[in-house]
């Protein structure tokens, strides 16, 4: 079974600090994402990476950076954390498309509080 | 998480019974379906997908139909069973690389 894995469940932080969300799989997937679910506005992608070191800016990257050094390990950084950043972060990982479609695993998510 | 579920559609269902939960996309350039589950404090679970040269695909007690001409997906599930509570998101897109979600249904089973 594919495991993703973030490194907190739960995380409350103050307005302007930089934060860091980790997340690690291990199925050698090629591609990670990052999500940011609210409610009434469902998921949202935020980064995504297909490579190590690579990364695409999803459709609300705003505020966020993103950090890919190894293939298994994806991490989504909060330059200057504000009151509108607290969601629930969900990591995602799957094989490279190839043409074939691969279904995303995802962790567990971080449920991020800004003070 | 906790609050996936709020403001969601809400499908009730009598254990025993089959549900069915429908999902309109909107990108006729699609071609590839996915149906996720999300329980309560959990990430979204894959479930089963079609892709567009397909109208119809089976698991264990779901069925997947795709209708192209009316962008439209459904997910059946035989004999909903109380673990079967969730909240129920499809998912569409092009080459898998990036997917748009839909915003959810909310199943509930009633013992």
């Known amino acids: 079974d594919v495991k993703v894995t973030q490194s907190s469940r739960y995380l409350v932080k103050r307005t302007g600090e930089k934060v860091f969300l980790e997340c690690v799989q291990d199925?050698?997937?090629?591609?990670m994402f990052w999500y940011r679910q609210d409610p009434g506005l469902g998921l949202r992608l935020i980064y995504f990476?297909?490579?190590?070191?690579?990364?695409e800016k999803g459709d609300i990257p705003e505020g966020y950076s993103v950090s890919r050094e190894k293939k298994e390990r994806f991490s989504l950084i909060l330059e200057s954390a504000s009151t509108n950043q607290t969601s629930m972060y969900l990591c995602?990982?799957?094989?490279?498309?190839?043409?074939?479609?691969?279904?995303?695993?995802f962790g567990d998510g971080t449920r991020l509080s800004i003070l | 998480g906790e609050s996936v579920g709020l403001h969601l559609p809400t499908l009730s269902v009598q254990e025993g019974d089959n549900s069915i939960i429908n999902c309109a996309y909107s990108n006729s350039a699609s071609d590839y379906f996915i149906w996720y589950k999300q329980e309560s404090g959990k990430g979204p679970q894959f479930i089963i997908d079609i892709r567009s040269n397909m109208d119809k695909r089976q698991g264990q007690r779901v069925t997947v139909l795709l209708n192209k001409t009316v962008k439209h997906l459904s997910l059946q599930i035989a004999a909903t069973q109380p673990g079967d509570s969730a909240v129920y998101f499809c998912?569409?897109?092009?080459?898998?690389?990036?997917?748009?979600f839909g915003t959810g249904t909310k199943l509930q089973v009633i013992p």
């Open positions: 995602a990982s799957s094989l490279a498309d190839r043409g074939q479609g691969q279904p995303q695993h």
């Open positions: 199925m050698d997937h090629e591609n």
């Open positions: 990476s297909y490579d190590v070191k690579m990364k």
């Open positions: 998912a569409w897109g092009r080459g898998y690389q990036k997917v748009t």
